[in-house]
């Protein structure tokens, strides 16, 4: 059972544009939502997160939007760069107020390449 | 330098040869976890380590063992590995909080014959 749906699978942006990337949830009982930036070769490494009390959250260039209403959040990247070129992934867990190890359920991954 | 260390970075192995892939970090987290990355289907859970000696299962456990005999390191063990576990591992850690960042290694890639 896929508890955090990811889409597109892939995509290929030029430089300077604004890829979205789009995340979707079924557990209401998630209230922490991290993405995940991966480059070749590398494991996984935090980008940003979210906890579902904010709508927006900023860091650089990198914003996370969130609707809580729809169980849906994504990723937007603006002035995208070649170096962003990576696989990104969005998660969810159970939050801090949770206590105990709380298990990240991960999305598909989204493959993002930016051409020059 | 905070990391986490997974060995070997690739292995080829032929059906059925038991294999280790070693995993160790060194920021004294109490959480620990193996995770299977394959295309479309992203980062599976294998197993998790709550602390040394309490391990449990995640979402794709099946023909994979684990232990944690001590707080730094936590071992994935396939003893008869078939080639459907050809994929892309990777070991995590996390410090002791819910909603805690996961560091994660460089990963292992597998290929089994």
């Known amino acids: 059972q896929q508890q955090v749906k990811q889409s597109p699978q892939s995509l290929i942006v030029q430089k300077g544009g604004i890829p979205i990337i789009n995340c979707a949830y079924e557990n209401t009982a998630f209230d922490y939502f991290p993405w995940y930036q991966q480059f070749p070769g590398k494991g996984p490494a935090l980008l940003i997160a979210?906890?579902?009390?904010?709508s927006e959250k900023k860091e650089g260039r990198f914003t996370i939007s969130f609707n809580k209403s729809a169980k849906q959040f994504s990723l937007h990247i603006m002035d995208s760069q070649p170096g962003d070129s990576a696989t990104y992934f969005c998660?969810?867990?159970?939050?801090?107020?949770?206590?105990?190890?709380?298990?990240?359920?991960f999305g598909t991954g989204t493959k993002l390449q930016v051409i020059p | 330098e905070a990391q986490v260390t997974q060995n070997p970075r690739y292995l080829i192995t032929v059906t059925g040869k038991k294999l280790t892939v070693t995993c160790s970090q060194n920021?004294?987290?109490?959480?620990m976890s193996w995770y299977r990355q394959d295309p479309g289907l992203g980062l599976r859970q294998i197993y998790y380590s709550m602390n040394v000696e309490v391990t449990d299962k995640g979402d794709v456990p099946e023909g994979y063992k684990v232990s944690r005999k001590e707080k730094r390191n936590f071992p994935l063990i396939l003893e008869s590995p078939s080639p459907n576990q050809t994929s892309l591992y990777f070991c995590?850690?996390?410090?002791?909080?819910?909603?805690?960042?996961?560091?994660f290694g460089q990963g292992t890639r597998l290929t089994v014959v």
């Open positions: 920021m004294n987290h109490e959480y």
């Open positions: 995590a850690s996390q410090r002791k909080s819910a909603a805690s960042e996961a560091f």
């Open positions: 998660a969810a867990s159970r939050g801090p107020n949770s206590g105990g190890y709380q298990k990240v359920t």
């Open positions: 979210i906890r579902p009390d904010v």
